[in-house]
């Protein structure tokens, strides 16, 4: 069964940019989390996203945004990009969200 | 809301030598735990979990006990490898809303 797959796996913006991030959970998966990783600040939640409702939140400005479509993937987005966003992006896909999750090899986002 | 501590890090060992990664968290109620481990350049993988009291989690000859009395689930080897080298995040999941809450990561490198 295939994994978690996230795309794309780097990316290099400049500041004030947008960027949209995209992850294809496992098949049958309902949940889809985003976690953002940075060596400063560890592993930080981001959004939950069930059956295409953002069921948590976690403490973000309003530029990181999410979305889930109907066959489960998820995008986010991330507007007017700074400096400090610069980060590994991880998604994670769990059958009920109750349950263990999955990681994506994330997607490595450098601000310039 | 929810809270996870564990040692940090880096942590240097010899290969062979015990292991032990300390993690302790707050919870309201009793939150499922589970230790991931985050090779390099890889997203996070489910290395062992326990979801009540007493139970013991194991897998590729590390353990972690949940200690309900001292809300602690702390990782053990005996006998560590070149290849345990990685990052391990312990991660409480609230009971409230099934959100995991990871810990800042502890490094560990093994040394021939």
């Known amino acids: 069964k295939a994994g978690v797959t996230q795309t794309p796996r780097y990316l290099i913006k400049t500041r004030g940019q947008q960027v949209t991030l995209s992850c294809s959970p496992i098949s049958g998966h309902r949940s889809v989390s985003w976690y953002q990783q940075t060596p400063g600040q560890g592993l930080q939640f981001l959004f939950e996203?069930?059956?295409?409702?953002?069921?948590n939140k976690g403490n973000f400005p309003g530029r990181f945004s999410g979305r889930q479509f109907s066959n489960s993937r998820s995008e986010m987005n991330v507007s007017t990009l700074e400096l400090g966003d610069s980060a590994l992006y991880l998604c994670?896909?769990?059958?009920?969200?109750?349950?263990?999750?999955?990681f994506g090899q994330g997607t490595r986002l450098t601000v310039v | 809301g929810d809270s996870v501590t564990q040692m940090e890090g880096p942590v240097t060992l010899s290969e062979e030598a015990c292991l032990t990664i300390?993690?302790?968290?707050?919870?309201?109620?009793?939150?499922?735990l589970f230790w991931y481990v985050q090779y390099p350049g890889e997203g996070l993988q489910l290395l062992l979990k326990?979801?009540?009291?007493?139970d013991k989690g194991s897998n590729k000859g590390f353990e972690a006990t949940y200690r309900k009395e001292t809300t602690s689930f702390h990782l053990e080897k005996g006998s560590v490898q070149v290849s345990d080298s990685a990052v391990y995040f312990c991660?409480?999941?609230?009971?409230?809303?099934?959100?995991?809450?990871f810990g800042k990561g502890t490094r560990l490198h093994i040394l021939p």
């Open positions: 991660a409480p999941q609230e009971v409230r809303d099934d959100k995991i809450i």
């Open positions: 996203y069930f059956s295409e409702t953002q069921r």
């Open positions: 300390n993690c302790t968290y707050t919870a309201t109620g009793y939150p499922s």
């Open positions: 326990a979801t009540k009291a007493d």
């Open positions: 994670a896909s769990s059958a009920t969200g109750d349950t263990e999750a999955f």
